[in-house]
């Protein structure tokens, strides 16, 4: 039997959070990474200990958003890889961009499979939260952090498209077969808090966010503060559930 030394690392490098919170979707366009950036930002301005990791392998952007040049700064050495600091905030941040640079990286399965177990392996993070942004739906990468991480709380982010809530219901059935309990549900693009309550009913789901369409977000891409700026007013929930498991 093959056994691959990098789990028994993964496992010691994970241990050290808290929280570990994969933003999930089954669809791709519904503000999963712009979610998890701007969710961090707040967390980690509120004084929590927050590491950011995209782990959208194959076409990661969270450093756009941040504002990251992944040309130019670069992860430093130190018996496995120290992750990027943000600016003046203590946000720790991680991405395969850093190697691959903005460039899509057209992997298969098992090369994406490897490409996170070594992330995984290597980062040395000194967080005590993990946000990780993912790809859309439940291929390697979401299935690997869920079978990785010690006790992932996955916050699942939908629009009200009946499209997007019908492939939710599906995926939450593979959440709860491998024994993960979502922590919650952010709906956006949704201009109704009604409509984001009747969702998060249908799906048995806390709401932590209703966030509607913000005309100025592309103006924040790249800016990190005005990014959280203009989400957290939506996301008081969130951050307060987020808050009162990581101080417990
Ligand atoms: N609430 C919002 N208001 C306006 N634009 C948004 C909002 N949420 C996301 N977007 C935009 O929609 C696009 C997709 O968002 P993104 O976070 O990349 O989605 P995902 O990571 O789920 O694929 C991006 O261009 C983003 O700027
Ligand atoms: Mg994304």
């Not at 941040?66 to 700064?73: A, N, P, S, W």
């Not at 967080?127 to 010690?150: M, Q, R």
């Not at 077969?177 to 009747?198: A, F, M, T």
């Not at 932590?208 to 891409?221: G, M, Q, R, S």
Request: glycine share 6%; net charge neutral; proline share 7%.
């Amino acid at each position: 039997m093959f056994i691959d030394p990098r789990l028994y690392a993964i496992k010691r490098r994970l241990a050290v959070f808290r929280l570990i919170v994969p933003i999930v979707s089954p669809k791709g366009g519904v503000g999963k990474s712009v979610i998890a950036a701007a969710l961090s930002l707040s967390l980690a301005l509120k004084g929590v200990r927050v590491g950011l990791l995209d782990l959208d392998i194959t076409n990661p952007c969270s450093h756009l958003l941040l504002g990251i040049d992944v040309e130019t700064t670069k992860p430093i050495e130190d018996r496995g890889i120290r992750p990027v600091k943000l600016g003046s905030t203590e946000l720790e941040f991680m991405s395969i961009a850093f190697y691959s640079g903005n460039k899509t990286l057209p992997l298969r399965g098992t090369d994406i499979d490897n490409a996170i177990k070594e992330v995984l392996s290597i980062t040395q993070w000194s967080a005590s939260l993990l946000i990780i942004d993912t790809p859309p739906g439940f291929s390697d990468e979401v299935l690997d952090i869920i079978s990785l991480a010690p006790n992932p709380r996955p916050i699942i982010v939908t629009t009200p498209s009946v499209l997007s809530i019908e492939t939710v219901k599906r995926s939450l059935e593979v959440l709860s077969n491998e024994g993960v309990k979502p922590l919650g549900l952010i709906v956006n693009l949704s201009h109704s808090v009604d409509l984001c309550l009747q969702i998060s009913q249908v799906l048995s789901l806390e709401l932590l966010a209703c966030i509607p369409w913000l005309t100025n977000l592309e103006k924040a891409v790249g800016k990190p503060l005005a990014l959280k700026d203009l989400l957290e007013p939506y996301m008081t929930k969130a951050i307060e559930t987020i808050l009162r498991i990581v101080e417990r």
